[in-house]
């Protein structure tokens, strides 16, 4: 019965504006819409505005309120500390030798790990180009962040390449059984938790 | 008899100054007055208050227009003060209004109001970009919205807004754009 009701409600709906002279059939709107210049469209809006005329002003409650707010509100450099931690410290590099430092790992591990990656690499590429992504991508976002950093001390010593495509965006990554030396260029590759 | 007079003759003026005082002042977001506010301010005659103060204010070119509130009721209308004729485009372009945002939103309306009244933002955006840059588009869509001219709901269809229903003569808009449409077509 409810929906019945409806129906007769949004076909009443329907006559009424068909009805009216509001009613123009879309496609004839559309075009007269494109054949218009910007200028005669806004001349139309003028010539059918009664503008609003009202004050703006500020109330003493409004004024109030205002104050509170001001009065409660934390110091620009409080507010999202609890979120981003303390400013003042600018992104910086965080290289081999403060990884040690700060215990993400020992020498022996480092090494290990990127012994390991190397031989994963050598596998799956095979002397074969691998995506770069594919290869990194790992369940979460910690793990894929640690392969890209070894990785990227493999390019760096010579024992990988890496190649990357402008125009479609994708990035390759091939093991070297041997280290090569060359004139090294640095890539820039964001990585992000949805990759 | 002559002071009963004179004296409901001074409480019709405070309730008319009352009135005026009432609708000018912008108190929440939304310009206008709900017609219960005004029942509340006025008493219960308050359309009598209104017809007079809208005949007051006319010299100075202006008037009382009533919006329907969605459920028709008295107590739903928004009573706005609002400009009698419309103003010539110096006096539009002098308020800080640009030319090409009015456009979006004469095109908008026109557009809306051939679909009867509701159509998906994503296909007036896709439409309005034929003729206006994205971002102007995209911002001036936000903006009318914002200020009450376009309303979205949560299915992100766009419908005519109260402010639309309140300061423009959608006929004449709709004629205008059509009679202006056939000149363009002529030259």
């Given at each position: 019965?409810?929906?019945?009701?409806?129906?007769?409600?949004?076909?009443d709906?329907?006559?009424?504006?068909?009805?009216?002279?509001l009613?123009?059939?879309?496609?004839?709107?559309?075009?007269?819409?494109?054949?218009?210049p910007?200028?005669?469209?806004?001349?139309?809006?003028?010539?059918?505005?009664?503008?609003?005329?009202?004050?703006?002003?500020?109330?003493?409650?409004?004024?109030?309120?205002?104050?509170?707010y001001?009065r409660e509100?934390?110091?620009?450099?409080?507010?999202?500390k609890?979120?981003?931690?303390?400013?003042?410290?600018?992104?910086?590099?965080?290289?081999?030798?403060?990884?040690?430092?700060?215990?993400?790992?020992?020498?022996?591990?480092?090494?290990?790990?990127?012994?390991?990656?190397?031989?994963?690499?050598?596998?799956?590429?095979?002397?074969?180009?691998?995506?770069?992504?594919?290869?990194?991508?790992?369940?979460?976002?910690?793990?894929?962040?640690?392969?890209?950093?070894?990785?990227?001390?493999?390019?760096?010593?010579?024992?990988?390449?890496?190649k990357?495509?402008?125009?479609?965006?994708?990035?390759?990554?091939?093991?070297l059984?041997?280290?090569?030396?060359?004139?090294?260029?640095?890539v820039?590759?964001?990585?992000?938790?949805?990759? | 008899?002559?002071?009963?007079?004179?004296?409901d003759?001074?409480?019709?003026?405070?309730?008319?100054?009352r009135?005026?005082?009432?609708?000018?002042?912008?108190?929440?977001?939304?310009?206008?007055?709900?017609?219960?506010?005004?029942?509340?301010?006025?008493g219960?005659?308050?359309?009598?208050?209104?017809?007079?103060?809208?005949?007051?204010?006319?010299?100075?070119?202006?008037?009382v227009?009533?919006?329907?509130?969605?459920?028709?009721?008295?107590?739903?209308?928004?009573?706005?003060?609002?400009?009698?004729?419309?103003?010539?485009?110096?006096?539009?372009?002098?308020?800080?209004?640009?030319?090409?945002?009015?456009?979006?939103?004469?095109?908008?309306?026109?557009?809306?109001?051939?679909?009867?009244?509701?159509v998906?933002?994503?296909?007036?955006?896709?439409?309005?970009?034929?003729?206006?840059p994205?971002?102007?588009?995209?911002?001036?869509?936000?903006?009318?919205?914002?200020?009450?001219?376009l309303?979205?709901d949560?299915?992100?269809?766009?419908?005519?807004?109260?402010r639309?229903?309140?300061?423009?003569?959608?006929?004449?808009?709709?004629?205008?754009?059509?009679?202006?449409?056939?000149?363009?077509?002529?030259?």
């Open positions: 019965m409810l929906e019945l009701a409806q129906i007769v409600k949004l076909q709906q329907w006559l009424k504006q068909r009805a009216s002279a009613y123009i059939d879309p496609l004839l709107i559309q075009l007269k819409l494109k054949l218009l910007k200028e005669a469209l806004s001349e139309a809006f003028v010539k059918s505005w009664h503008p609003v005329a009202q004050v703006d002003q500020l109330s003493p409650r409004g004024l109030e309120k205002a104050f509170v001001w509100l934390t110091p620009i450099s409080e507010r999202f609890d979120q981003f931690g303390t400013y003042g410290t600018r992104p910086g590099v965080v290289d081999y030798s403060d990884l040690v430092s700060l215990g993400v790992f020992t020498r022996d591990e480092f090494e290990g790990s990127l012994s390991q990656l190397h031989e994963e690499l050598l596998q799956k590429s095979n002397g074969e180009w691998v995506d770069y992504r594919a290869f990194i991508g790992d369940d979460s976002f910690e793990s894929k962040v640690r392969r890209a950093y070894l990785l990227a001390f493999l390019i760096s010593e010579g024992r990988a390449l890496l990357t495509e402008p125009l479609t965006g994708n990035i390759w990554t091939m093991a059984a041997e280290k090569v030396k060359g004139l090294p260029k640095s820039a590759i964001s990585i992000t938790g949805e990759d | 008899m002559m002071e009963s007079e004179t004296a003759k001074a409480l019709l003026e405070r309730k008319v100054r009135a005026f005082q009432v609708l000018v002042l912008q108190r929440g977001r939304n310009p206008g007055v709900k017609g219960w506010e005004m029942k509340r301010h006025l219960r005659e308050y359309r009598k208050i209104i017809e007079v103060l809208s005949e007051d204010v006319a010299p100075m070119g202006l008037e227009f009533e919006v329907k509130g969605p459920d028709g009721t008295d107590d739903s209308s928004r009573f706005l003060l609002r400009f009698k004729e419309p103003p010539t485009i110096s006096e539009a372009e002098t308020s800080g209004i640009r030319i090409d945002d009015l456009a979006v939103l004469a095109a908008t309306i026109a557009f809306i109001n051939s679909k009867q009244g509701r998906a933002r994503r296909e007036v955006e896709q439409f309005l970009r034929e003729k206006f994205k971002w102007r588009v995209d911002y001036s869509l936000d903006r009318y919205a914002k200020r009450g001219y309303e979205q949560d299915r992100g269809m766009l419908h005519i807004g109260w639309t229903h309140a300061e423009v003569d959608e006929k004449t808009l709709m004629t205008l754009i059509l009679s202006r449409a056939q000149e363009a077509a002529k030259k």
